[in-house]
């Protein structure tokens, strides 16, 4: 029996197209997977910013899940925004009734405008009710800023960081380094039992269209531990997919604030498995 291999993003809706379930779809897609979802929010925005969200029915967001994971059976699921408890406390038990073999989440708290997306007592939820259920938790520094209390300015700080945000259960944390203050890029992996991290470094793509990329970034790693690859490897090749779509988008002219990078810069066929 033939298989593609699936992923299951659970996120909000762009309707502008550059983030949240639509570039996760995109990107999946882009890397061969089989893309499904489950929307958590339906957001007001554009390359401009976000001016309105209004979360999904927890009940709601629930049954998209139980019905992806009972027919579809995702091997990985990505998780994006989520600014409503009662949304958090549903995935949460959604996790621990289908154990899929791996969960990226993505804390969105902040949109690259700018725009605050999470509710603060959601921040408690998802680390007390998430984030142990995650096998890779991939904060910028703005969102590891605030679930660490303290200020990331370098690199090595965020090392400090990564290791101190394992403590929150997960099995790996990824610090992005997009925003550091000297202007360089690096992100920086520490796996839990590993004593040193994994530092990946790319020179910056001078560029607008940025809208997205987090999102992209967590769906792309998803992808590829869905395609059998390791985290370290993993992380490698999803980092390598965005800088090359952030490379090949940086003149293409959408919308009149961050736009999106190109998601199909290289595209590759579906992948298939057989299985008995």
Same mark, same amino acid.
């Given at each position: ?11 909000g809706? %762009?309707c502008?197209?550059?983030?949240g379930?639509?570039?996760d779809i995109?990107?999946?897609?882009a =890397?061969? /997977? ?7 929010a339906?957001?007001?925005?554009n390359?401009c910013?976000v ?8 009940s709601?967001?629930k049954?998209q899940?139980? /019905?992806?994971?009972?027919?579809i059976r995702?091997? /990985?699921?990505?998780?994006?925004? $989520? &600014?409503d408890? &009662? $949304?958090v406390?549903v ?9 899929p073999?791996?969960?990226v989440?993505?804390p ?8 605050? +997306? ?7 939820a $998802?680390t ?8 890779? $938790?991939t904060? &910028? ?6 679930l660490?209390g303290?200020?990331?300015p370098d690199?090595?700080t965020m ?9 929150y259960?997960?099995?790996?944390? =990824?610090v992005k ?5 000297n ?5 920086? +992996?520490?796996?839990?039992?590993? /004593?040193?991290p ?5 020179d910056k793509?001078?560029?607008h269209n ?12 998803a992808t590829?531990?869905a395609?059998?690859h &390791? ?5 490698r090749?999803?980092k390598?997919?965005v800088y ?9 002219h ?10 199909f810069?290289s595209?590759v066929p579906?992948?298939?498995y %057989?299985?008995?």
């Amino acid at each position: 029996m033939k298989h593609y291999p699936c992923v299951l993003t659970i996120a909000g809706s %762009d309707c502008s197209g550059g983030a949240g379930i639509q570039a996760d779809i995109k990107t999946i897609s882009a =890397l061969g /997977a089989y893309a499904a979802s489950a929307i958590t929010a339906i957001t007001v925005q554009n390359t401009c910013g976000v001016t309105g969200i209004h979360p999904v029915p927890a009940s709601y967001v629930k049954g998209q899940i139980e /019905a992806v994971m009972t027919d579809i059976r995702p091997r /990985a699921i990505k998780i994006g925004m $989520i &600014n409503d408890v &009662n $949304i958090v406390k549903v995935i949460a038990e959604s996790l621990q009734t289908y154990k899929p073999e791996f969960v990226v989440f993505d804390p969105v708290m902040v949109s690259t405008s700018g725009c605050k +997306l999470m509710e603060d007592e959601a921040i408690e939820a $998802i680390t007390s009710q998430l984030m142990p259920l995650s096998t890779l $938790i991939t904060p &910028n520094l703005r969102e590891a800023e605030v679930l660490t209390g303290m200020p990331i300015p370098d690199i090595e700080t965020m090392k400090t960081a990564s290791r101190d945000l394992l403590h929150y259960g997960c099995h790996a944390v =990824l610090v992005k380094g997009g925003h550091l203050e000297n202007g360089g890029m690096c992100d920086v +992996l520490q796996i839990e039992n590993e /004593a040193e991290p994994h530092l990946f470094t790319a020179d910056k793509v001078e560029s607008h269209n940025t809208h997205g990329t987090g999102c992209t970034l967590s769906s792309a790693i998803a992808t590829y531990l869905a395609l059998g690859h &390791n985290m370290t490897e993993a992380v490698r090749l999803a980092k390598a997919y965005v800088y090359q779509g952030i490379l090949s988008g940086k003149d293409i002219h959408i919308g009149e604030g961050h736009g999106p990078l190109n998601h199909f810069h290289s595209p590759v066929p579906m992948h298939i498995y %057989d299985e008995d």
